[in-house]
């Protein structure tokens, strides 16, 4: 297998009183009250402040009961911190104020509905000439059997056709027919999130269009592999007990996403493809895939999304270009075995970048970029993510010994 394909074998997947307390005993007797006393000066109003850092894929909300293809969702659940006073919880960047309530007005307009015959899901507006992005699974779901319809905030629908798709990252571009003026999404930059920052998430879980969740973020960097063998069913994370294997040049429909934003999540289908977005109403991710416990109860309540800064990037050459180029190492990796973990470099593609510098059968690369490797989807994941022509650091041992070496990323033909 090599880095820009799913990996060969090993384990896949994965108070309130007022502003002041009673006394003692019970509340004061009104005779005892000091008139002239002024009162204490209220607190002042506390939110979540935005930090400045951050499987199979969500699948698409069925059409019919107990047909279509399996849910993909994603959402989020705000928790505040501390809240005085206020009718909802307080969300600060600089010197802005949003409430939740305010967040979700700002954003709804930008997120629509994208339905088709045999399934559904969600879409973040681009343009407001019509540009959409959304997840490729929503688009091969949806697309199946005719032509896709778009519903957006206001109640309008309108008829969509793909402008480009990009399989490897699992994002698309739809472009609705004959609309304008609409309210394009402010895209944040994903970047700089951190864990434990506030979140919404905005979609179409099981068809009910405009819904919002709310939550934090609960990890960020996660390596996900998502799809496979079972098309119509959700897969389960890296480490979740499920095994597979491909033989080499075998297709397993599989794909594998890095740097992935971990919610948790009040998770349904229909929100694949829609907008989590951070405290100030700016999208930060795509949200992509579900991890499930395989079972008929459900969620488990955790969320993955496609990074934003991922997103524009790939969202950019679909519009300008229709496709999207890959960087490409040159690596056939397998998960270690042994007590360090990492990615176990199987094969080197002769005259690839991995060649080049030096990298050879049989090392073990345990850190690409800043990312420690803790098996070969992450190796696949992160190479995913990088760009053509960017210099990565890896860091791998042979011998027993750690080095470090610089490579550069090549496009993949």
């Not at 935005?50 to 909300?61: D, F, M």
């Not at 951070?278 to 955790?302: F, L």
């Not at 991922?310 to 690596?331: E, M, R």
Request: proline share 6%; charged share 15%.
């Amino acid at each position: 297998m090599n880095a820009n394909e799913p990996r060969e074998q090993g384990a896949g997947g994965w108070s309130q009183f007022g502003d002041q307390p009673p006394s003692a005993g019970g509340f004061p007797r009104r005779e005892t009250v000091i008139m002239n006393q002024p009162p204490p000066p209220k607190p002042p109003r506390q939110g979540f402040s935005v930090g400045r850092k951050t499987i199979a894929g969500l699948a698409l909300a069925a059409m019919a009961v107990g047909g279509g293809a399996a849910g993909a969702v994603a959402a989020t659940a705000f928790q505040p911190t501390t809240v005085v006073s206020a009718p909802s919880p307080v969300f600060k960047q600089a010197s802005n104020q949003l409430t939740v309530a305010q967040v979700a007005q700002k954003v709804q307009p930008s997120v629509v509905m994208i339905q088709g015959q045999t399934g559904e899901g969600s879409g973040v507006v681009l343009s407001d000439d019509g540009l959409i992005l959304t997840n490729n699974h929503v688009v091969v779901g949806a697309g199946q059997g005719g032509q896709m319809t778009v519903k957006f905030n206001d109640g309008k629908t309108a008829k969509a056709s793909v402008v480009g798709t990009d399989p490897s990252t699992d994002l698309a571009v739809i472009r609705a027919d004959g609309v304008s003026g609409l309210t394009k999404a402010s895209l944040g930059d994903s970047d700089q999130l951190q864990v434990g920052d506030a979140v919404l998430a905005i979609g179409s879980p099981l068809g009910l269009d405009g819904s919002v969740t709310a939550g934090i973020v609960s990890a960020l960097n996660r390596t996900v592999t998502v799809g496979g063998e079972q098309d119509q069913q959700q897969q389960l994370p890296p480490g979740w007990g499920q095994q597979r294997q491909q033989q080499p040049g075998q297709e397993s429909g599989a794909t594998t996403l890095g740097d992935a934003i971990q919610t948790d999540a009040a998770i349904n289908p229909g929100n694949s493809g829609g907008a989590l977005v951070n405290a100030a109403g700016q999208v930060i991710g795509i949200n992509s895939a579900i991890a499930t416990n395989g079972g008929s109860s459900g969620n488990i309540g955790v969320g993955f999304a496609i990074p934003v800064n991922t997103a524009k990037q790939v969202s950019d050459q679909l519009i300008s270009g229709g496709k999207v180029t890959h960087a490409f190492l040159g690596v056939s990796v397998t998960d270690a075995t042994g007590d360090v973990p990492g990615a176990l470099i199987r094969q080197v593609t002769s005259g690839s970048p991995a060649d080049k510098a030096g990298l050879k059968e049989g090392d073990l690369i345990t850190k690409i970029g800043n990312t420690p490797v803790e098996g070969g989807d992450t190796v696949v994941g992160q190479v995913r993510g990088f760009k053509v022509g960017q210099q990565v650091q890896i860091t791998y041992m042979r011998d027993g010994k750690s080095s470090n070496v610089s490579v550069t990323l090549e496009e993949k033909k």
